[in-house]
């Protein structure tokens, strides 16, 4: 496969057994989103259609690390994702690298996202595709995925937060935050990474999302991962939900918040690639920028109220 968004030939021999990383994504009704690239001398495959995806930097840990930093660069899209195979490809020099490919399902309007590279995004089902200019190792990616996965190959239907045709459920992304207030009053919130996946430079609680594991457990594993924190799950009481669409086509979300009436030890920056400062601010003063169901559940929590919902509308 030569499904690399850059000349390999050009690119450093990877350190970590990867050169590329790219998505393919899928409305989970047959439509694949295709990436139209600019007709520009000297860039892999111009005017062609293709994977949105890219080349390692040195920041990136892991492959998945690249096709999400690649995917929140150039379409400012966050989406769950998952392995789906590692191809080859050859360099001008005759070496081969391996490229790693990702699955993840999307079903919005590629017209509202941010494009900052090529020149369009589009929805194409696989029966069209030969009539396309890509790659043919491209196409022949894409059709395998269809063969392999029954839902990518089901009739179109609107895209949107309805269910797919059958009754199949939308699967909703399952988040847990940490609400601590101190003996001042204050709420501990901290400021992400401008490089971080979701809400760069804005303030936001302690947050994770759920793995195979209980919210509890989840945030008292999150408290400790990111922030040095210890909190004994007895000490963990639910706060507040906010069942959230971020934007039209996304996956639903359910952020649930916890308060926790004790812990130990003091905020600390134990992932510098993801948060820059722990702060304790006062409720009616909150910082800006600040994800904006943050603040709401902020606000519910000290009005007695336990569950919001937003974006629904």
């Not at 030969?130 to 063969?147: F, K, N, Q, S, V």
């Not at 804005?202 to 040095?228: D, I, N």
């Amino acid at each position: 496969m030569t499904e690399d968004n850059s000349p390999l030939g050009s690119a450093s021999p990877p350190e970590h057994g990867w050169a590329n990383a790219s998505a393919l994504i899928h409305d989970g009704a047959g439509a694949y989103l295709l990436h139209l690239r600019d007709e520009l001398p000297g860039i892999w495959a111009p005017g062609s259609w293709s994977l949105l995806g890219g080349c390692r930097e040195p920041g990136d840990r892991s492959p998945e690390e690249t096709v999400r930093r690649e995917l929140r660069e150039e379409a400012g899209l966050d989406l769950e994702l998952a392995p789906f195979a590692v191809e080859e490809a050859h360099r001008s020099d005759g070496t081969i690298v391996p490229i790693h490919l990702f699955t993840g399902r999307w079903a919005g309007d590629p017209a509202t996202l941010p494009l900052t590279e090529g020149v369009m995004l589009h929805w194409f089902r696989p029966e069209v595709m030969p009539r396309l200019r890509m790659a043919p190792p491209t196409r022949d990616l894409i059709r395998r995925h269809a063969e392999s996965h029954p839902a990518a190959r089901r009739p179109p239907h609107p895209r949107g937060l309805a269910p797919a045709p059958g009754g199949r459920a939308v699967s909703h992304v399952i988040g847990v935050h940490l609400y601590l207030e101190n003996s001042e009053g204050e709420v501990l919130l901290g400021l992400r990474h401008p490089d971080s996946a979701y809400a760069g430079s804005t303030w936001h609680f302690l947050a994770g999302h759920c793995e195979q594991e209980s919210a509890v457990a989840c945030l008292v594993r999150e408290a400790q991962e990111e922030a040095g924190l210890v909190i004994d799950p007895c000490d963990v009481e639910y706060a507040h939900a906010v069942h959230l669409v971020d934007a039209p086509g996304t996956r639903p979300r359910m952020q649930m918040v916890f308060r926790a009436r004790r812990w130990a030890g003091v905020p600390a920056i134990r992932e510098p690639d993801k948060c820059l400062n722990w702060s304790w601010w006062r409720p009616e003063a909150l910082p800006e920028p600040i994800v904006p169901y943050t603040r709401a559940a902020i606000e519910a929590i000290l009005e007695g109220r336990h569950y919001t919902e937003m974006g629904w509308s």
